[in-house]
């Protein structure tokens, strides 16, 4: 039997896209541009979201995808996973394939739990006999057992996470994919899937995993691929991965510098993203300074959210306005401040992304929009030897109380 199982050989992916002279807001608009313009077509553009990659991959081996939002990670998973055909190129691939790509992926909203679990082993290829033999287990790993016979379409997103994660992994395919979709659990689901697909791992199954979170890809991952612009820039050992996925925020990418060219919807765009000073030191407020623009017309509110990531790739802080009832009214411009107080940041240079969003989802993405620097200087009022504050991903603000007797 052959040690490989995933060859992919230059495969490529094209999407035709389709943009319109101008925007229109209203019906009316529309219905007097096309009276007055009967013969204009939508301008068209070939992108390639995949182009060019090859890689093998070995039996029990798991590997890490890594690379910037548009990068054809989750592109490429969707050919693995055979939802979507390559353009190019060809994937032979030596085993089942269990799937996790988005949230309620396999499911029928109207069914219970306990009818998805048959209905997704089954897309999994799985007979009801192998799907009854890990019926317990998969109800006991994914902690929905009280809510097994309620049609899953009152589930939330991170209940829906939980058990499609524990039915592809417990199912014997020979091959796992599963995308960031495990960002919605909480921290303990998540530990919880990282240490499943380790033991998915070491019984000799294949493993490919895409995230942003580096820790994770260090932990659980023994190869990473890094992807930039639908290509595969490096396919190797973990560290270097990391390493080519972090220099990349190093060179904004024409995309950060035209706002146009951000992944979302575009009725607004960050402008500017600006700290306050050049340096903090570890204890004080950090602030940013912000301005939105908006360039098409949009009347519901919105709402900003940002992410704070440390030099390591390790995500700290997210700052979502919603949790503070936080929300832009529709305006052409507007200027604002991000006030971060805690927790006390490591010197180093810090990574800021923001988001502007709404409930009809993104509308702007800015990828390392501002990098906040962190001066070296401890925040307590006495100094030690280095082991005194060496460990742990920030500084905490505590205090110690002794009594005598």
Same mark, same amino acid.
């Given at each position: ?33 096309? $009276? ?23 039996? *029990? ?28 190129? &060809?994937?032979?691939?030596? *085993?089942? $394939? ?71 992994? =417990? ?106 000073? &050049? ?17 098409? =017309? ?75 620097? $962190? ?31």
């Amino acid at each position: 039997m052959t040690d490989i199982a995933i060859r992919a050989t230059n495969i490529a992916k094209s999407y035709i896209i389709r943009h319109n002279a101008s925007d229109h807001v209203t019906l009316a608009e529309t219905v007097l541009h096309r $009276v007055a313009h009967p013969f204009s077509r939508p301008q068209k553009e070939l992108f390639w979201a995949l182009n060019d990659i090859t890689f093998d991959v070995n039996r *029990g081996d798991v590997v890490g995808i890594i690379g910037r939002n548009g990068a054809g990670k989750s592109t490429l998973l969707k050919i693995l996973s055979r939802i979507t055909k390559p353009s190019k190129g &060809e994937i032979h691939l030596h *085993g089942r $394939v269990g799937s996790l790509l988005e949230v309620g992926t396999g499911f029928h909203p109207e069914l219970t739990g306990r009818e998805n679990i048959y209905l997704n082993g089954a897309i999994l290829g799985m007979r009801k006999p192998e799907i009854r033999k890990h019926f317990d287990a998969i109800v006991d790993f994914s902690g929905v057992e009280q809510f097994l016979d309620t049609p899953v379409k009152r589930y939330s997103s991170g209940m829906y996470v939980r058990l499609a994660f524990a039915v592809a992994a =417990h199912l014997e395919s020979e091959i796992l994919v599963v995308d960031e979709v495990l960002a919605v659990g909480d921290a303990e689901f998540t530990r919880k899937c990282l240490g499943k697909m380790q033991d998915v791992s070491k019984s000799g199954r294949t493993v490919l995993f895409v995230s942003h979170q580096m820790q994770s890809v260090a932990v659980l991952c023994n190869k990473a691929m890094y992807l930039e612009r639908g290509v595969c820039t490096f396919a190797g050992d973990v560290p270097t991965a990391i390493e080519h996925y972090m220099k990349s925020f190093k060179n904004p990418q024409s995309a950060a510098v035209d706002p146009q060219r951000r992944p979302g919807t575009g009725e607004y765009r960050f402008t500017s993203v600006t700290p306050a000073k &050049e340096f903090f030191t570890c204890g004080e407020e950090k602030v940013i300074k912000f301005t939105i623009k908006r360039f098409k =017309h949009y009347a519901a509110p919105v709402y900003v959210s940002c992410l704070l990531t440390s030099p390591s790739g390790v995500e700290l802080i997210q700052g979502d306005s919603r949790l503070l009832n936080f929300w832009l009214k529709s305006c052409p411009s507007a200027c604002g401040e991000l006030r971060v107080r805690t927790p006390w940041l490591r010197p180093g240079d810090y990574r800021l992304d923001v988001f502007v969003c709404a409930a009809g989802g993104l509308i702007d993405q800015f990828e390392h929009a501002a990098t906040v620097k $962190v001066a070296a200087l401890l925040p307590y009022p006495e100094t030690t030897s280095g082991d005194g504050s060496a460990r742990g991903i920030v500084f905490a603000d505590f205090s110690y109380a002794l009594e005598s007797e």
